[in-house]
């Protein structure tokens, strides 16, 4: 296992060196017994040499899961302790990182315009998957799924009809333009790659516990420095700051939903 990701971070440079092992090992028996490998070896040699198995094995090491309002309370709870001071301020910054293919990027926009922030935001949507991105960047999803994101939409406190914010084409509907308008989706790898700005809010939701200790450490010592001074930092319903060197840098604005203030 540590023979084949370090191979992978050679020679293509995105490293899962330090991802948790009980992942790593799903992802890696899946993909043995997709291709029909004998052994970690062989897929090792295929990685490296084949780059459209490469790119199969790399769906299934950056596969998310996302929905449009996933846990409502925790946007609820960002309408009702974030949003108030994100609108003292003249010009607002949010990083959502691990942005998969974009539901929840759309989601965060619609709360922001229903409180009357969105022309005022620019929203830096981020994966280190390239083909999550181009999904994203389409505003376009299968209809099937539209009634539970209204459910979602609704408990999130959501103030108009949910289906205003989209037009429906066949089995897909397409988000208006307006929303997408304040969304810019761009690769970066969390293991790999430096701040790129100051925020007042970061978004990192049930991407943690894919990343062992020390991975974390790193991720949020770069979250820290991306914060500006009291920026809002929120984290996935499974994760937290409890275990963190960087705990007392925060102060908590809603432990169930994982929020936090820069207080430090």
């Known amino acids: 296992m540590q023979l084949l990701f370090e191979g992978i971070y050679r020679y293509y440079g995105f490293d899962f060196r330090n991802y948790t092992l009980p992942y790593l090992q799903r992802r890696v028996r899946h993909r043995l017994q997709t291709e029909q490998l004998p052994n970690i070896s062989r897929l090792l040699e295929k990685a490296l040499y084949d780059s459209n198995l490469m790119e199969r094995f ?8 996302t929905e449009m309002f996933r846990d409502p309370s925790f946007f609820l709870s960002l309408r009702l302790n974030v949003l108030p001071e994100l609108k003292k301020m003249d010009r607002v910054r949010i990083w959502q990182a691990g942005c ?5 990027s759309f989601s965060l926009a619609i709360l922001l315009e229903e409180e009357g922030i969105l022309q005022k935001t620019k929203i830096y949507a981020t ?5 999550s991105l181009n999904i994203a960047q389409k505003g376009s999803f299968p209809i099937a799924p539209m009634q539970q994101y209204t459910r979602n939409y609704l408990h999130a406190g959501g103030k108009q009809a949910f289906s205003q914010y989209y037009k429906v084409s066949g089995d897909r509907v397409q988000f208006l333009p307006s929303l997408a308008d304040h969304i810019i989706f761009a690769q970066h790898d969390l293991v790999t790659d430096q701040s790129f ?3 007042d809010l970061i978004l990192c939701r049930n991407v943690l516990i894919y990343f062992n200790k020390l991975l974390q450490k790193k991720v949020h010592s770069l979250f820290y420095e991306s914060l500006r001074p009291s920026g809002f930092l929120a984290l996935g319903s499974k994760e937290g700051l409890s275990f963190s060197a960087r705990a007392h840098y925060y102060e908590p604005v809603d ?4 929020i936090y203030q820069k207080i430090l």
Not at 58 to 65: G, W
Not at 255 to 258: D, E, M, S
């Open 127 to 131: 994966d280190l998957s390239e083909t």
């Open 197 to 199: 700005n100051e925020f």
């Open 100 to 104: 998969s293919t974009g539901e929840e």
């Open 58 to 65: 790399f769906k299934d090491l950056t596969i998310n899961v």
């Open 255 to 258: 432990i169930k939903n994982k």
